[in-house]
């Protein structure tokens, strides 16, 4: 088997990954310096480095398909910005924080993303993709990170869900004794305030916002790629970040606006990433 790498934890990165003792192949990584002098010159190579598929066409990187959604500058700034940052830590423990989290059944993943506002930079705090949890270890693992990351139920702190785990919402609001008749509360604000009546409005009444991709996936797509590039971008992101990266390195729009999820890379944490953006800082 022969192959340039694409998208990570794939066939080839998961044979790649497989103790020596038990691995039934014998694995040869091809990087271009196996082929400078005689198949490249370095000239073509310095050439070739300027190209953003350098790395994973010659270099052995995961990086999937090239995003078509951020540029390689923005991320690049991002991560250098992050670079600088340290740990977190007692310094930054009352910033304003949101949560982004997109719960995943079966064979989807656990996606959850934490940023913090520091001097209208927006920091990224936590970011990580869990596989094939089940629902308790779900509310588990959130409940862990916001005790971790001392995230109360008040005004400086909101969480963004996916709208379309209404189970695991309740459970969770329950959970930081939030009122749990989420539904009741959104469909009195709508006839009661129409006119004024959107996320930002839900985000003033409520810590846990439900938030329906069908309707924003688009606008909050449109947003983040805002907050990557605005003002050579207000977003830092630490390079231990490595899957976040990957994926918006990969991140693919299908010409109408929406995320093309089989192309991009660790997709359910990218949904992650995209409504813990949605606080209205």
Request: contains cysteine; glycine residues 6%.
């Amino acid at each position: 088997m022969v192959s340039t790498p694409n998208a990570s934890e794939g066939l080839f990165e998961r044979i790649e990954k497989e103790p020596a003792a038990t691995c039934l192949y014998h694995r040869m990584f091809l990087d271009y310096t196996y082929g400078l002098g005689k198949i490249y010159t370095a000239e073509e190579i310095a050439a070739t480095k300027a190209s953003p598929s350098f790395e994973r066409e010659y270099n052995l990187k995961y990086l999937g398909l090239i995003s078509n959604v951020f540029h390689v500058k923005d991320i690049e700034a991002a991560i250098e910005k992050g670079k600088r940052l340290t740990e977190f830590n007692s310094l930054y423990a009352y910033t304003q924080k949101s949560v982004g989290l997109d719960p995943g059944f079966g064979s989807s993943n656990f996606g959850v993303c934490i940023t913090e506002l520091v001097d209208g930079i927006i920091n990224m705090v936590h970011s990580e993709e869990y596989q094939r949890r089940d629902f308790n270890q779900m509310i588990a693992i959130t409940v862990k990170l916001l005790d971790e990351y001392d995230i109360k139920f008040n005004n400086k702190y909101r969480m963004f869900v996916d709208g379309t785990n209404p189970s695991f919402i309740r459970a969770l609001k329950d959970r930081v004794d939030e009122d749990t008749n989420y539904e009741q509360q959104v469909s009195y604000y709508k006839k009661a305030f129409p006119s004024v009546y959107d996320l930002g409005f839900l985000q003033h009444n409520m810590f846990i916002i439900p938030v329906p991709f069908a309707k924003y996936h688009k606008q909050m797509l449109a947003h983040c790629k805002e907050m990557m590039e605005y003002q050579n971008g207000l977003m830092t992101i630490h390079p231990k970040h490595n899957k976040l990266i990957t994926a918006l390195r990969t991140a693919v729009e299908n010409g109408e606006g929406s995320l093309d999820k089989q192309a991009t890379s660790h997709d359910d944490l990218f949904d992650a990433f995209r409504l813990s953006l949605m606080f209205c800082h």
